[in-house]
């Protein structure tokens, strides 16, 4: 449910293909997000799920998945 929900979010920010975004999926280097499109992602995230990501706990999310487990851990 959350994964649908964060992969859903990403597509549309990222304007992807919802066939290419799979837990293993690096943010940057797979799905082509620069800074500008993380802080947006987080901001959506934090909004969609009602958590607040801090800059620290970015520094070790690389993957979706990693955004799957940080959302599930911390909700």
Do not use: H, R
Request: glycine content about 4%; hydrophobic content about 45%.
């Amino acid at each position: 449910m959350i994964f649908e929900k964060v992969k859903a979010l990403i597509c549309e920010q990222l304007d992807l293909d919802e066939d290419i975004v799979n837990s293993d999926s690096v943010i940057t280097d797979d799905l082509g997000a620069d800074s500008l499109d993380v802080v947006d992602l987080v901001m959506s995230f934090e909004d969609e799920f009602g958590i607040e990501i801090p800059d620290e706990a970015l520094e070790n999310i690389k993957t979706v998945g990693d955004i799957v487990k940080y959302i599930e851990d911390n909700q």
